[in-house]
């Protein structure tokens, strides 16, 4: 027994999450490292052996032998890109197919009931950046006309080395859990870019402080309102509006989790000066290029659209980058959203929960966008100045929507977290099924009114004047 599983058991523990924590903390060490003895060194190689030797043996420590999984990604879009950059939308399609094609495979003869911390969790982080890697190494092709703005920010002009391309997918405090970012950062930084600023290390250490108090609160929520829980009959025999509540509370220390391995890992980008991105409001260096959740609007937030902007920002980015705005020939923004979201679900593996929960996110936000549409349009005109001065109408207005953030939050996690068919449809059993219910009912009393008001407005006689 190693040192990890002999921590891991006194602690009670699984010896896989104890791992993960602990990769997560390197990035300090690391940082300092580095920042002390590496970062004013002239070459280059010494840098990128740097952060190669340490991904890579952060996820042996991880994943032993399991590691020749993302060693053989790596290889295979090194090779692609240098065989096939003259034929785009060959190398393109191969190295798409091919990273999917892996981890979908991972996914089938590693997958279980829960959520497994497998060489399968850094390599969905990796496939993306491989496929990312891929488009930005196209869209240097293409005439200046043809790129967004987004795409002159990230295409390639120069390839790297294959241990330049190691460094970046390995990059010690990126690899595991994200965030998403594409080589022309890390370039950036190697360059030195980012150098000249300073506050990295502070900015480091609160976003560390703040990963420790929701990891903290995770811990002690998910004690009080574990999984296993809410497939019990004592959870189904509550009152109904404590169910809805309970499980609302739980989605919230559910994300918590994700939450806080995100904020160590953006912390450790932020002491080692790699996550610059401008300057703020104040003129002062903004670090927080890579964080991938926004806490204010998380925290204060009160639609599922909330919870989107907010949450996984950088995976959000990097599909709004190369898959949503990539189906703009489509001339549908509602069809080009699924199809993000559903290359979402896929990503995410074979289990039903996951299908489930990005279809309640596309659901929710497009009736979301209905009744704000319907308030602005019917209620604001008419009744907008006296709701403003009323102190009782805005406290009912935040009880309401804050209620129904956290109550349908619990509702569209559900399924992401049980998984499997017959998990979450027994919580979704015990409440109810009330988010399927109440969003009908929307549905049918919106579309229903529009079409008899199409239908009244077509009968009318049209008034000829004289």
């Known amino acids: 027994m190693g040192l990890s599983d ?41 840098h990128h052996i740097f952060f190669a030797l340490c991904g890579i043996s952060l996820c042996y420590y991880n994943y032993g032998v399991d590691t020749y999984h993302s ?11 240098y065989v096939l950059r003259s034929k785009p939308l060959i190398m393109l399609s191969v190295n798409f197919v091919f990273h999917m094609g892996y981890l979908l495979l991972g996914y089938y003869y590693t ?52 241990l330049e391309l190691l460094a970046f ?7 595991l859990v994200g965030p998403q970012f594409p080589y022309r950062r890390y370039r950036s930084f190697i360059n030195g870019e980012y150098r000249q ?3 990295c290390v502070n900015a480091g250490l609160k976003r560390l402080s703040m990963g420790v108090l929701y990891l903290a609160i995770c811990q002690v929520g998910l004690m009080i309102l574990p999984d296993t829980y809410f497939l019990t009959p004592e959870y189904a025999d509550r009152p109904f509006i404590l169910r809805i509540f309970y499980l609302g509370f739980w989605a919230k220390f559910s994300l918590y ?49 909330h919870y989107v902007q907010s949450f996984n920002v950088n995976t959000n980015q990097w599909v709004g980058h190369y898959i949503f705005k990539r189906l703009k020939f489509l001339n549908n923004r509602n069809i080009s959203y699924a199809a993000a979201l559903g290359f979402l679900a896929v990503w995410h593996g074979f289990h039903s929960g996951y299908y489930m929960s990005f279809l309640m996110e596309y659901m929710i936000v497009t009736v979301e966008k209905q ?5 602005t349009k019917n209620v604001l005109p008419k ?14 207005y935040f009880i309401c929507l804050k209620s129904y953030n956290i109550v349908y939050m619990g509702w569209c996690l559900t399924a992401f977290v049980f998984l499997k068919y017959e998990r979450w449809i027994t919580v979704f059993g015990a409440v109810n099924y009330f988010g399927f219910i109440y969003m009908i009912i929307w549905v049918a009393a919106y579309n229903g009114y529009h079409y008899f008001k199409h239908k009244v407005n077509a009968t009318r006689p049209v008034r000829k004047e004289d």
């Open 6 to 46: 002999l921590v891991a058991s006194k602690v009670g523990v699984p010896v896989e999450a104890l791992r993960l924590l602990l990769t997560l903390l390197a990035g300090y060490p690391i940082a300092a490292i580095y920042r002390k003895y590496i970062v004013d060194q002239p070459s280059k190689p010494l």
């Open 71 to 81: 060693l053989l990604g790596i290889v295979t879009t090194f090779a692609l890109v």
């Open 111 to 162: 997958a279980s009931n829960e959520y497994d911390i497998l060489w399968t969790m850094p390599h969905c982080i990796l496939t993306l950046r491989m496929i990312g890697f891929g488009f930005d190494v196209s869209d240097e092709l293409k005439s200046e006309e043809q790129l967004s703005k987004d795409q002159k920010e990230t295409a390639l002009k120069e390839l790297p080395t294959l």
């Open 169 to 175: 997918a390995y990059f010690p405090s990126g690899f």
């Open 197 to 199: 600023y300073e506050g």
């Open 257 to 305: 989790k994700y939450i806080s391995c995100w904020l160590l890992t953006e912390g450790a980008l932020m002491s080692i000066g790699f996550s610059y991105k401008g300057q703020d409001a104040e003129g002062k260096p903004d670090w927080s290029g890579c964080s991938n959740v926004k806490l204010m609007l998380l925290e204060t937030g009160n639609t599922m659209q």
């Open 371 to 375: 009744i704000t549409n319907a308030y």
């Open 383 to 396: 009744y907008g100045e006296t709701l403003e001065n009323s102190k009782i109408y805005a406290v009912l």
